[in-house]
């Protein structure tokens, strides 16, 4: 059976990096694409980054400093997402999830919640002093 378990969450001080660990278990993620969405209350659940089965990556923020990298390790079965220089605004539930072999085009961003279809519980991450 398909599972995701996402660890690593905590709180942070602005300026500050965490490292998010998305363990897969009843699948191989290297063959998938797997990608890391963030949500708060009230809003709609958003795309962070998303690497794809070539390990290619997509960022889908707007961030110009490249905060946020993804990366694997086929070895644990599992996919981190590395954030760095974390603001307030970054608080959110960090969740992964399994997609197709492909990453959505950026332009396709919005709708990447219904295309992935399994997910993991989700890791709450809070950025304050």
């Known amino acids: 059976q398909v599972q995701l378990v996402e660890s690593g969450g905590g709180l942070v001080q602005p300026g500050g990096s965490l490292r998010l660990s998305c363990a897969a278990s009843?699948?191989?993620?290297?063959?998938?694409?797997i990608g890391w969405f963030r949500q708060t209350p009230g809003k709609e659940r958003e795309a962070v980054i998303c690497?794809?089965?070539?390990?290619?990556?997509?960022d889908y923020t707007d961030s110009e400093e490249g905060r946020f990298t993804i990366s694997r390790d086929n070895v644990k079965n599992t996919v981190h997402l590395q954030m760095s220089g974390l603001k307030s605004e970054d608080t959110a539930v960090y969740y992964c999830?399994?997609?197709?072999?492909?990453?959505?085009?950026?332009?396709?961003?919005?709708?990447?919640?219904?295309?992935?279809?399994?997910w993991g519980q989700g890791t709450q991450v809070t950025v304050s002093s």
């Open positions: 999830a399994r997609g197709a072999a492909a990453c959505p085009a950026r332009a396709l961003r919005a709708s990447m919640p219904a295309i992935f279809l399994d």
């Open positions: 690497i794809n089965n070539s390990d290619k990556t997509t």
């Open positions: 009843g699948f191989p993620s290297k063959y998938y694409a």
